[in-house]
């Protein structure tokens, strides 16, 4: 029998479990391995030199500059530092930014469940309408025909996670397709969070929306230096869009967060310049591949998983519990913390028996959490 209560946010409720119950936590999304200790040294040295007041509002523009020309390397098109760059607390800030100046009251905003769980409830503070859509069962990918069912002229948003949480799936060449088809047709905009953009760990590797010039115009980005450094705490984050709609966003966040930490961002825009991004897969794809060999001694079965680090496992051989109770349960019984899937929809499937593992943990943690569930014939 669970406790969980959906007031809280699942994250919070499993990490607070698994200290209680001292179990290995796989659940919230988080790395238990150092920030590399080059970057603080950037972080200490600017305070040293004296960089502890206000940074302008959109950001350093050392640092958007230092972004914009990676992006523009690694994806092909230069966001304008000054006009199409700002950084924010953190990508959740950022997404809300997007939503709350791009979304008026009544308008639609299709989401994607199992969703993120700060999309819904920043379009309904903005006066959204979710519309929901569900991807395709057992394998997560698009379902077409019912993302065109559920746009129309009244959308105005459409928010995609690509890499995917909790799912691990990417948006395939014929889903953005689609995509580029509906926006042309009905002119929404797109949110895409982009967060696990450099926890590419299919051969393909990641391909940005900001690479399709059809999408551009209309399309907002969010990352997060939380995910791609391993510094969740810091909560860093930039959002990408062309001038227009910036500068609406910019309008919203200046009243609400006027600016980011100083410091920090000077570090960054160092950091951003030097920082070799390939060894960011490499060893995210290493850590999914320990945590997928130790858990073939179990009888959980891994679904394919292309970017983010997270693993769903199908636990329907071992157990029919509701997968909040089998969360809960394992952690109290089995000592491993992890996160259900059905808590990321507004109605969720019956029957669904999918957990979600994050990987980004020392691999002796990851073998201890595999051993740990061998237990379970
Ligand atoms: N994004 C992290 C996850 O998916 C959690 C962040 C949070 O706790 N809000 O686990």
């Given amino acids: 029998m669970s406790f969980y209560n959906s007031n809280d946010s699942i994250f919070a409720y499993m990490s607070k479990l698994a200290n209680e119950t001292n179990a290995t936590n796989l659940s919230q999304g988080f790395p238990d391995f150092p920030v590399s200790e080059t970057l603080i040294d950037y972080v200490c040295a600017a305070m040293k030199a004296g960089h502890n007041q206000y940074a302008p509002m959109p950001g350093l523009p050392a640092l958007r500059e230092a972004l914009s020309k990676r992006h523009a390397e690694d994806y092909g098109h230069a966001y304008h530092p000054e006009s199409e760059i700002t950084v924010t607390p953190g990508a959740t800030q950022a997404i809300q930014s997007v939503i709350a100046s791009a979304v008026t ?3 639609d905003v299709v989401l994607f469940a199992p969703a993120y769980d700060c999309y819904a409830p920043m379009v309904e503070a903005a006066g959204g309408n979710p519309v929901w859509v569900h991807l395709n069962p057992h394998d997560f990918s698009v379902p077409h025909q019912a993302f065109a069912d ?8 459409v928010i995609i996670n690509n890499p995917h949480n909790p799912c691990g799936t990417l948006w395939d060449e014929e889903d953005i397709r689609v995509l580029i088809d509906l926006q042309s047709k009905y002119g929404f905009r797109v949110l895409a969070d982009e967060v696990y953009e450099k926890i590419a760990l ?3 590797g990641f391909s940005s929306f900001a690479q399709y010039a059809q999408l551009r115009p209309f399309t907002y980005l969010v990352y997060s230096f939380g995910k791609t450094f391993h510094a969740t705490g810091w909560k860093m984050g930039y959002v990408l869009a062309p001038a227009l709609l910036m500068s609406d966003l910019r309008h919203f966040f200046q009243f609400a967060v006027f600016s980011v930490n100083t410091p920090v961002q000077h570090a960054l825009a160092k950091y951003v310049a030097e920082a070799d991004y390939d060894a960011i897969s490499t060893m995210y794809r290493s850590k999914q591949q320990t945590f997928q060999r130790a858990m073939e001694q179990t009888k959980f079965k891994p679904l394919m998983t292309k970017g983010s680090y997270f693993q769903l496992y199908d636990y329907s051989e071992i157990s029919q519990r509701s997968d909040v109770d089998m969360a809960e349960w394992l952690t109290r019984e089995h000592g491993v913390a992890t996160i259900p ?3 990321f929809y507004p109605n969720p499937p019956k029957d669904m028996r999918y957990l979600r593992f994050c990987f980004a943990k020392n691999d ?4 201890s959490a595999a051993d740990k569930l061998s237990a379970l014939q």
């Fill in 341 to 343: 899937v059905s808590v």
């Fill in 364 to 367: 002796d943690v990851l073998l």
């Fill in 150 to 157: 559920a746009v129309n002229n009244r959308t105005k948003l």
């Fill in 202 to 204: 299919s051969e393909k």
């Fill in 105 to 107: 009251p009544g308008d």
